[in-house]
């Protein structure tokens, strides 16, 4: 077991069967309104960051979308505001004092594009929400001009980040997202294939973000890519 550090996003108190959250490293996922709500308990002393990740393959390239510093025993939650269309893997990553990691079990959601877009349309109805998938709450456009990185860059066709790194799998890569407050909002703690495609969803909002990519502990590279 290997431990690590992580990032944000949006943890929130709901109202399901807190009684019946399992203990780690099992966890109990409810789909409410094309949203997740994952619910555990943790059992354990001493944990520093329980950290929420997502992927749409299961057992690789894991994205952490919203991390927990310093929980307390007891029942936790997380919901997942944006999954992705059909399948979206959850795992918890648990770090404890001493730089430990240990992992929950995953589980696979599988959520109908229907049910995102009947939802979404529900809210724009109701006004609660704006017709985009993301708020203009924290990134906003930044006005300068950068030259695209070649290795980590915006599909202008599809708006999804692309990630090439012909060496990714003799090194260890890993990379981090930056908003224009310099706040962490996402991680890749190891990017373990050549090619990699990172959902734009994954990102709260519109905006250009910063990146810093590492190989270990050395900063190899650092660059912006927009989020439209």
Do not use: C
Not at 21 to 27: D, G, I, K, S, V
């Amino acid at each position: 077991m290997g431990f690590v550090r992580i990032l944000f996003l949006l943890f929130s108190t709901v109202s399901i069967g807190f009684a019946q959250a399992p203990e780690l490293p099992a966890m109990n996922i409810v789909t409410e309104n094309a949203k997740n709500i994952l619910s555990w308990t943790n059992q354990f002393d001493g944990v520093k960051t329980i950290a929420v990740q997502r992927s749409l393959d299961s057992v690789r390239n894991f994205v952490t979308i919203g991390i927990l510093n310093a929980p307390k025993k007891g029942v936790g939650t997380y919901t997942d505001d944006r999954p992705l269309p059909g399948k979206n893997h959850y795992r918890l990553s648990i770090g404890f004092a001493g730089d430990l990691e240990w992992y929950s079990n995953v589980y696979k959601v599988l959520l109908d594009s229907a049910l995102i877009a009947k939802s979404n349309l529900g809210a724009i109805e109701t006004g609660s929400t704006n017709s985009s998938n993301y708020t203009d709450t924290k990134a906003a456009v930044t006005d300068f001009y950068y030259t695209p990185s070649t290795r980590i860059y915006t599909n202008p066709y599809t708006g999804h980040i692309n990630i090439t790194l012909n060496d990714a799998l003799s090194k260890k890569y890993s990379i981090r997202f930056y908003d224009p407050e310099k706040t962490e909002v996402l991680r890749i703690s190891r990017v373990s294939k050549t090619t990699l495609i990172l959902d734009k969803n994954n990102f709260n909002s519109r905006g250009t973000y910063n990146f810093k990519l590492f190989e270990g502990s050395s900063l190899v590279e650092t660059g912006f890519i927009t989020i439209y």
